[in-house]
Nanobody, 117 residues
Framework: QVQFVESGGGLVQPGGSLRLSCSAS????????MGWYRQAPGKQRELVAT???????VYGDFVKGRFTISRDNAKNTVYLQMDSLKPEDTAVYYC???????????WGQGTQVTVSS
């Protein structure tokens, strides 16, 4: 059973920063791609960023250099450093992880990020 521990969400003013972290467990062989997605009210879930075990990254178009994804393979943990936050970044941010060998994807419970003055 894959489980996640997500942390780091909260309320921040426009222009501020937050760092999200997500630790995954329950995969005997570890995880391949890990990443973050987000979903705002009334909108579809969208890609924020993903990272492979070897450090290759993909970012959503809206990121434009403001966010940085990283991971610690030994801890099965993925991080998302978010800078220059905007009100439109307000959403529930979901961690995802794909199990090695089985290639099935799992989702965390989500953490709320609110950008408001």
């Amino acid at each position: 059973q894959v489980q996640f521990v997500e942390s780091g969400g909260g309320l921040v003013q426009p222009g501020g920063s937050l760092r999200l972290s997500c630790s995954a467990s329950g995969s005997a062989f570890g995880f391949t791609d890990m990443g973050w997605y987000r979903q705002a009210p009334g909108k579809q879930r969208e890609l924020v960023a993903t990272i492979t075990r070897t450090g290759s990254t993909v970012y959503g178009d809206f990121v434009k250099g403001r966010f940085t994804i990283s991971r610690d393979n030994a801890k099965n943990t993925v991080y998302l450093q978010m800078d220059s936050l905007k009100p439109e970044d307000t959403a529930v941010y979901y961690c995802s992880a794909k199990r090695r060998i089985f290639s099935d994807n799992f989702w965390g419970q989500g953490t709320q990020v609110t950008v408001s003055s």
